[in-house]
């Protein structure tokens, strides 16, 4: 349990903080060592891993939403084919739950290969 | 078995992360960088943010010092102890504002939008390189550097633009960035002498040499009535009866060439009307006994708006009014002493000349009997993902051949453009003096600077002084020169230099008490230069001349209410010729009806009047029913319709004229026949488009530069139209109103223009102002005196110190 709560900690802090200072596609990278340390089952760590960040990114995409981003949103939606701002909040918590879940797919495999090697 | 169970999810979380990293080009489309462009720690979620989030914030560099106190709507107020160091903050301030409209406007003269947008701009920068703006800023810098007092305030200028540029990074891009997916260019005097240039294009590259020949070939003997160089209802900007106390040797006058058939070359030119009015009045016209300046500049309505506005003290001026982002200083504006507004000559600087060939291969041609050889300038156009594409362009005597017609091979014009002339002459440096002028004598020794576009300074001084200069290079030509095609095989055709500044019209205190221009001619027709018409409206400069006129004295909300007059001189002249040719007993229920209606309107274009609509539409068919000879027919869309004016003086004056038949029925209409016709199509358009009020049925919009609908507003109803005082039309109007009165404790002014001081879209000063523009109203415009001023009412700051 508590390597769990370890794991989502670490991949929730390591992203925030990450995403300050590096590309976007970081979150790919800290999710795969996450998912290398911490032994969490394979389909376990990468269904936290879309939900941590994908909750991660859609929220705060709303508070930006919701303190600043009003107006360029609901621009933004019109450029995407009116799609609203509901779903581009969707989307960007997409964009980071998949690269998420991705990189933790790939750091679970990496440590199922080096343990079994 | 287990290396592939690791390949198989690495290689796919680098695919993912490859695709999403890189913009998707689709032909002309750009699907920017998905993991970028919706992260919410760089992505568009940042654009919301504003640049000022701190009450107090500190710029540290290197060489400049000053403050600036941002106001409630964002105008900034630069405060520093040099002008050099003011103007640096200003362009890091209109870098912060206006970045990507500086980057991406000047990007435009210089003929580079393919590079950021792909192939479908390609004819559009092909257009602007053949034209040779970029050639012709390349050669104002070279003359600009020989001042090195503004060099060196126009360097200081970029170098604040750069400092800002240097710190952005991705996520503080402003959004249009993001989605086209490229970076800003670093700045430098080049590219402001680029915006030059680009003004230079909307303000004095109209002409209608090609739509004249046109003309005339197919009117013949009616030509000169039709096409009047100047018409009874005109009242010049220099007042008639002034006198004139030189004169121009006679010079040969210019072969025009006869068109043995209609040109179909398309001309790519600003949209007609575009312009502008202004006006002061003196003390004894002024209900305060102080001079009043007023200022509406006509021109597109865009987002972000072309105007900047701001106030600059340092311990040589303190000025206050718009500029242009990407141009240091203020162009229009006032300090403690005087106040200007600028409206646009309307000249026509540019002259078409049919090339003779010496042969098939268009390298060589004859001028004076004699071969010339063509120079050849290779244009390399980037496109975006695309390869370059290389264009060359032949370069004559006279100018570039910007256009070539498919239709008639051999039929080649070479352009003529004031631009492509060396004036020696540092227009920065105008409005550089302008900023710090005390009086009429500094006015005009400022103006002597400025060389084109020719606009109207108006100008007003505390000490009660009112003056209007024509300023700008006019072209001394023979009569009738560059109304037309003129012929490139006789050097005869070429301008015969320019005049002396000395000479160009002007007017100081005339005795009517108010000075005024709204596009007009320049003078009457006993000017010893001659000069035609670019873009002249006569309307608007009759009708302010006539209600100042018809009135003793004048206040400030008389003044804006003057800006945003809706009457129609049009309406006022020719409703009343419509109605009595009209045989009202042949007339239907509606037509009777739609016909009493406008018998009892106003003649206001106001936004909710019905009627407005319904005279614009009526006129409209009745104006195309009377030219079918042209509008009818598709070949002829490159002549120029007899102007409205004319139209009317026609109906006038002669009303059993030729022109009221229709050339496609036997029977002969008269101008009954043709009122009556029109008043059956218009009540029947009228009908269909669901009675609309003016504001609905012209329907103006304002769009992003780039044509980004996201970022335009779709639909505004506004009052006004073409030709009327509040001259707002469907894509441009008054790009700023500005009222100033000169009190004895300085000035006091009121403005407001159709957007926002942040040019980046979501901020909420992105488009602001726009309601109290779109309704009359003014905001009141805060001239600081000195710091202490600014310290109570801004509720933001900016501190540029040294490191």
Not at chain 2, 435 to 441: D, R, V
Request: include cysteine; charge should be neutral.
């Amino acid at each position: 349990m508590n390597q769990l709560r370890y794991y989502v900690t670490a991949i929730i802090g390591l992203c925030i903080f990450s995403n300050f200072i590096f590309p976007w596609w970081i979150t790919a990278i800290v999710s795969a060592i996450c998912s290398f340390v911490f032994k969490i089952k394979k389909w376990l760590a990468v269904t936290i891993a879309f939900t941590s960040i994908f909750t991660v990114w859609s929220g705060l995409s709303l508070f930006h939403y919701l303190n600043s981003a009003r107006n360029i949103t609901d621009m933004i939606s019109l450029i995407f084919s009116n799609v609203g701002s509901n779903t581009l909040i969707l989307i960007t918590g997409f964009v980071g739950g998949i690269t998420a879940a991705l990189g933790s797919w790939v750091g679970v495999n990496l440590r199922m290969n080096y343990k079994n090697a | 078995m287990k290396i592939i169970q690791c390949i198989i999810p690495v290689s796919i979380t680098i695919f993912w992360c490859y695709f999403l990293n890189y913009p998707i080009y689709l032909k002309d489309q750009t699907i920017p960088s998905i993991g970028n462009f919706f992260s919410p720690f760089i992505g568009f979620w940042q654009n919301g943010n504003e640049p000022l989030d701190t009450k107090v914030k500190s710029i540290p560099n290197t060489q400049y010092e000053g403050q600036v106190y941002f106001d409630e709507r964002a105008v900034p107020h630069i405060i520093s102890n040099s002008i050099e160091s003011a103007y640096f903050i200003q362009g890091y301030i209109h870098a912060m504002h206006r970045l990507w409209q500086m980057d991406f406007s000047t990007r435009a003269s210089e003929g580079r939008i393919s590079e950021i947008i792909g192939s479908k701009a390609l004819e559009f920068d092909k257009n602007k390189r053949r034209k040779g703006l970029a050639e012709s800023a390349r050669r104002s810098i070279e003359i600009w550097k020989k001042n090195t007092e503004t060099f060196t305030l126009l360097e200081a200028y970029s170098n604040g633009i750069n400092y800002y540029i240097n710190q952005l990074d991705y996520k503080s891009l402003p959004i249009e960035y993001k989605l086209m997916n490229y970076r800003p260019e670093l700045w430098s005097p080049y590219k402001s002498a680029l915006y030059h240039k680009a003004m230079a294009e909307i303000l004095c590259g109209r002409d209608q040499d090609i739509e004249m020949s046109n003309a005339k070939q197919f009117f013949g003997n009616d030509f000169d009535l039709l096409y009047p160089e100047y018409n009874k209802l005109t009242d010049p900007v220099i007042p008639a009866g002034t006198k004139w106390n030189f004169q121009i040797p006679k010079n040969d006058s210019a072969s025009i060439i006869t068109n043995p058939k209609i040109i179909t070359i398309p001309i790519d030119s600003s949209p007609s009307g575009l312009g502008s009015n202004n006006w002061a009045i003196s003390a004894i016209k002024s209900s305060s006994g102080n001079p009043i300046l007023c200022n509406d500049p006509h021109l597109s309505l865009n987002l972000p708006s072309i105007w900047y506005e701001q106030q600059i003290i340092t311990p040589e001026l303190n000025v206050y009014g718009v500029s242009f982002a990407g141009i240091p200083g203020v162009i229009i504006g006032f300090n403690k002493d005087i106040a200007w507004g600028i409206t646009n000559a309307g000249w026509d600087v540019v002259d078409w000349y049919k090339i003779d060939w010496k042969d098939d291969y268009k390298t060589s041609y004859i001028v004076d009997g004699n071969v010339e050889n063509i120079k050849f300038r290779i244009e390399e156009i980037k496109i975006k993902n695309q390869k370059s594409v290389f264009d060359t362009i032949k370069i004559t005597r006279w100018g570039p051949i910007v256009y070539e017609d498919p239709q008639n091979p051999k039929f080649d014009l070479a352009m003529h453009w004031i631009i492509q002339d060396e004036f020696n002459l540092n227009e920065l440096l105008t409005f550089v003096k302008l900023n710090k002028s005390k009086n009429y004598k500094e006015y005009r020794e400022a103006l002597n600077n400025f060389s084109y576009p020719a606009q109207n300074f108006a100008f007003a001084s505390g000490n009660g002084d009112i003056a209007i200069t024509v300023q700008g290079a006019m072209p001394i030509k023979s009569n009738q020169q560059g109304r037309f095609i003129q012929s490139g095989a006789e050097i005869k055709n070429e301008w015969k230099g320019f005049l002396n500044f000395s000479l160009n019209p002007h007017c100081l205190n005339p005795e009517r008490g108010f000075i005024s221009s709204a596009n007009q001619r320049s003078t009457t027709l006993d000017y010893p230069n001659y000069y035609n018409n670019g873009d002249f409206r006569d309307y608007r400069g009759t009708l302010i001349n006539r209600l100042i006129s018809q009135k003793n004295l004048w206040t400030v909300d008389d003044l804006k209410n003057l800006q945003f007059n809706n009457y129609s001189l049009i309406a006022e002249t020719a409703l009343p010729l419509f109605i009595d040719n009209l045989d009202t007993n042949s007339l239907n229920f509606d037509e009777k009806a739609f016909v009493g209606k406008l018998e009892s309107w106003n003649k206001n274009y106001d936004s909710s009047s019905i009627e407005a609509t319904q005279f614009d539409i009526w006129f409209q068919e009745f104006y195309k029913l009377v030219w079918d000879e042209i509008t009818q027919d598709t070949l002829r869309k490159y002549t120029s319709l007899p102007s409205e004016q004319t139209t009317i003086n026609v109906m006038n004056s002669d009303p059993g004229i030729k022109y009221f038949d229709l050339i496609h029925t036997e029977k002969i209409e008269n101008l009954g026949d043709i009122l009556e016709l029109s008043l059956d199509s218009a009540t029947t358009k009228f009908k269909k488009i669901n009675s609309k009020t003016w504001g609905e049925y012209k329907a103006t919009h304002i769009d992003h530069i780039a044509r980004i609908p996201a970022f335009g507003i779709p639909f505004i109803s506004t009052s006004g139209s073409k030709d009327i005082i509040n001259a707002s039309w469907k894509t441009w109007g008054p790009s700023w109103r500005m009222v100033v009165e000169l009190t004895k404790e300085g000035p006091v002014a009121w403005g407001v223009y159709p957007g926002g001081q942040d040019g980046r879209p979501g901020n909420k000063h992105y488009m602001d102002m726009i309601n109290k523009w779109q309704k009359g109203e003014y905001y009141d415009l805060k001239y600081a005196n000195n710091e202490s001023d600014l310290n109570t009412n801004c509720p933001y700051k900016l501190q540029f110190i040294h490191k």
